[in-house]
């Protein structure tokens, strides 16, 4: 039998809580939940295959408990949030959140996104890795598509799942350049619209700081004035 995937909602409301629970153990996946921030950092480890963050909650905000969970996990996070600005989404991402959805939200819209980012998690970080070409080398940077680990220097670098699907992108196409439509299609699989700009931005300079030496003169993802980013 096929083991649940577990998914942690973290919500201040009850109300909130109890819908959506009902609404994930009627497909079947396994439902853990926390009130406030600082109870889903405590949470999470490796069994949790999701995390639902609402970014207003007492202790810590979603914002703060997302970058203390990435600390634990690569496992995807959707925010719930009532904002819906360019400049919140651009923090939640850059917090290193996976995807925003915006209160009211449909049920059925809810559950398309917990799909879609379940599905990606498998597909690029689970077990189900078919390459032939187990690994990717860029001077000191490597990439081991079968464990789906970076280590830089032998050092191990701990991405999330968008980071680790753009660098994988990039590295298996050296020299070709991508331009933010490139990426945003190929990555988040949805349409490109001119404020994803930024969402490109902001997983591009988290990227450079982790695995660049100096992000502030990246040898490793550069950028093509005016036309994109490439990997030399």
């Given at each position: 039998?096929?083991?649940?995937?577990?998914?942690?909602?973290?919500d201040?409301?009850?109300?909130?809580?109890?819908?959506?629970?009902?609404?994930?153990?009627?497909?079947?996946?396994?439902?853990?939940?926390?009130?406030?921030?600082?109870?889903?950092?405590?949470?999470?480890?490796?069994?949790?295959?999701?995390?639902?963050?609402?970014?207003?909650m007492?202790?810590?905000?979603?914002f703060i408990?997302?970058?203390?969970?990435?600390?634990?996990?690569?496992?995807p996070?959707?925010?719930l949030?009532?904002?819906?600005?360019?400049?919140d989404?651009?923090?939640?991402f850059?917090?290193?959140?996976?995807?925003y959805l915006?209160?009211?939200?449909s049920?059925?819209?809810?559950?398309a996104?917990?799909?879609?980012?379940?599905r990606?998690?498998y597909?690029?970080?689970?077990?189900?890795q078919?390459?032939?070409?187990?690994?990717?080398?860029?001077?000191?940077?490597?990439?081991?598509?079968?464990?789906?680990?970076?280590?830089?220097?032998?050092?191990?670098i701990?991405?999330?799942g968008?980071e680790?699907?753009i660098?994988?992108?990039?590295a298996?196409?050296?020299?070709?350049?991508?331009?933010?439509q490139?990426?945003?299609?190929?990555?988040?699989?949805?349409?490109y619209f001119?404020?994803a700009n930024?969402?490109?931005?902001?997983?591009?300079?988290?990227?450079?700081?982790?695995?660049?030496?100096?992000?502030k003169?990246?040898?490793?993802?550069?950028?093509?004035?005016?036309?994109?980013?490439y990997?030399?």
């Open positions: 039998m096929m083991q649940k995937k577990r998914i942690l909602i973290a201040d409301s009850p109300e909130i809580i109890e819908i959506l629970t009902i609404l994930l153990n009627s497909e079947e996946y396994d439902v853990i939940t926390a009130m406030n921030g600082e109870d889903a950092v405590n949470l999470v480890d490796d069994t949790i295959d999701l995390i639902v963050l609402d970014v207003m007492p202790l810590k905000s979603g408990a997302c970058k203390e969970i990435r600390e634990k996990t690569i496992a996070i959707l925010f949030t009532a904002k819906d600005n360019d400049s989404k651009a923090i939640g850059s917090a290193g959140g996976d995807d915006s209160k009211p939200f049920y059925p819209e809810f559950l996104r917990v799909k879609s980012l379940l990606r998690y597909v690029y970080q689970g077990k189900q078919t390459e032939t070409n187990k690994n990717l080398c860029i001077d000191l940077l490597n990439i081991d598509l079968i464990k789906q680990q970076v280590t830089l220097d032998g050092k191990e701990l991405l999330t968008l680790y699907r660098l994988v992108l990039m298996k196409n050296r020299k070709k350049i991508f331009t933010a490139n990426l945003y299609e190929s990555i988040w699989n949805e349409p001119y404020s930024n969402t490109i931005m902001v997983h591009i300079l988290k990227l450079r700081k982790k695995i660049e030496s100096d992000y003169e990246p040898k490793i993802i550069k950028t093509a004035w005016g036309k994109g980013y990997v030399d």
